[in-house]
């Protein structure tokens, strides 16, 4: 059986959604953009109506939402600014490796305080010297004792530093690839655990992005995720999931890229009419309409095979590549029809490219993202 209508519950979240994207996050998207500033206002109040780290399961004190309905909210906060969806995205990302990989205590343990309080999760995978070849990490971790001793250095993390519990990947014999890698849920509070907030991005400017530094950091073993040699795994298990909320949130920019133009085009007039009456720029905004469709149903299907319990990884790649592609065409394209106009700050369009190029890039590029595909045509 197809069905594509949401529940009763699906269409109030998205409501839910819509109206805080609506009042909290757009009248002050731009001015956070703009000061490079972590809107922990807006944060707070994501968590006093419910739409902060909604993965986090009822054992743990948490809704325990699918991924369906995590991306079904996902595309309308990211209508109003993909880069504050990106550190309640971030902190799905982090809360995934130890739903992934954690005990039912580790996840009670590292989890209820994220639904306590407004706080966030993050997840440090990337190093300044390998993003891609996410197993050749250099960050170690050895074990004194019942502790585990971390030193590295991280990179490009989102909510890093300011993340109440961070899941890090380090190598316990570098060069060893992927079967010497651990998972270790590391406490902002860890002496010697440091961070330098990457400024200056090109978008989502609003996110924090940080560089994480491990000085001899020590956390327990019960904070290892899984057994010795599974970090690797567990990260990319995550990915298979997190990929798709990154297909949602581009999806979301793209239909706000398409509203801001149909909005513009009835309004502009060029040669005594109004430039939406142009086949020109009709045509652009048809294909926007046609990228929309095609990239929620993809961003769909691939959320609920999740939530079945069966295989994603392929359904997730496509869905963040090709999502992420289509929304930063439809950016392109709004720019576009808004002329000069767009070029400048005075309409959102310009904001809207610059924030979604990130999606092209990061929880895997889109050249990755077709290295899985083509992996996953091509295996035997
Ligand atoms: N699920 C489970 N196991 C997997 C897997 C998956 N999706 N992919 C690979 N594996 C297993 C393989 O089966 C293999 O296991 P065995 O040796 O036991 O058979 C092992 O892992 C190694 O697999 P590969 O040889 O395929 O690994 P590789 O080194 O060639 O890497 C890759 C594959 C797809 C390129 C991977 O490295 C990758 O995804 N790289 C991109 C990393 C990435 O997405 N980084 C984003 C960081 S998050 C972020 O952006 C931060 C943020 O804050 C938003």
């Given at each position: 059986m197809i069905d594509f209508s949401l529940?009763?519950?699906?269409?109030?979240?998205?409501?839910?959604?819509?109206?805080?994207?609506?009042?909290?996050?757009?009248?002050?998207?731009?001015?956070?953009?703009?000061?490079?500033?972590m809107p922990w206002d807006v944060i707070k109040k994501a968590h006093e109506v419910g739409?902060?780290?909604?993965?986090?399961?009822?054992?743990?004190?948490?809704?325990?939402?699918?991924?369906?309905?995590?991306?079904?909210?996902?595309?309308?906060?990211a209508y109003g600014c993909m880069g504050m969806f990106t550190i309640m995205m971030a902190s799905e990302l982090g809360i995934t490796p130890i739903l992934v990989g954690g005990t039912e205590e580790q996840q009670k343990r590292f989890l209820s305080p994220l639904v306590e309080k407004p706080a966030l999760a993050a997840f440090a995978l990337s190093e300044p010297n390998n993003g891609s070849d996410a197993a050749g990490m250099h960050t170690t971790a050895v074990l004194d004792g019942d502790e585990w001793v971390i030193n590295g250095t991280k990179m490009w993390i989102s909510n890093g530093g300011e993340a109440e519990v961070t899941v890090v990947f380090a190598t316990t014999e570098r060069g060893a690839g992927h079967?010497?890698?651990?998972?270790?849920?590391?406490?902002?509070?860890?002496?010697?655990?440091?961070?330098?907030?990457?400024?200056?991005k090109m978008?989502?400017?609003?996110s924090l992005t940080s560089e994480l530094v491990f000085e001899n950091v020590r956390v327990p073993r019960e904070n290892q995720l899984g057994g010795l040699g599974d970090g690797f795994k567990i990260a990319m298990k995550t990915l298979d999931k997190t990929r798709?909320?990154?297909?949602?949130?581009?999806?979301?920019?793209?239909?706000?890229?398409?509203?801001?133009?149909?909005?513009?085009?009835?309004?502009?007039?060029?040669?005594?009419?109004?430039?939406?009456?142009?086949q020109a720029l009709q045509f652009k905004m048809a294909d926007m309409a046609m990228g929309i469709e095609t990239g929620r149903l993809m961003y769909l299907k691939a959320?609920?095979?999740?939530?079945?319990g069966l295989p994603h990884g392929y359904e997730s790649a496509i869905a963040k590549a090709y999502c992420s592609d289509m929304a930063f065409d439809a950016a392109n394209e709004a720019i576009q029809i808004h002329g000069g106009y767009g070029y400048v700050g005075e309409y959102p369009v310009e904001k809207l490219l610059r924030d979604v190029k990130l999606n092209q890039i990061y929880e895997g590029t889109n050249e990755i993202q077709r290295v899985v595909i083509s992996r996953s045509l091509l295996k035997d």
């Open positions: 529940t009763d519950e699906q269409k109030q979240l998205q409501q839910l959604a819509r109206d805080f994207a609506r009042k909290e996050i757009m009248p002050v998207a731009e001015e956070y953009d703009r000061r490079e500033e739409l902060l780290n909604v993965a986090v399961p009822e054992h743990a004190g948490g809704l325990g939402l699918g991924m369906v309905d995590e991306c079904i909210i996902g595309e309308e906060l079967k010497a890698t651990v998972a270790l849920v590391v406490p902002k509070d860890a002496p010697g655990f440091s961070y330098n907030k990457i400024k200056h978008g989502q400017r609003a798709i909320p990154v297909a949602a949130g581009s999806v979301g920019v793209a239909r706000r890229a398409l509203d801001e133009s149909v909005k513009y085009s009835k309004e502009r007039e060029a040669f005594g009419k109004p430039i939406s009456s142009f959320a609920w095979l999740v939530d079945q």
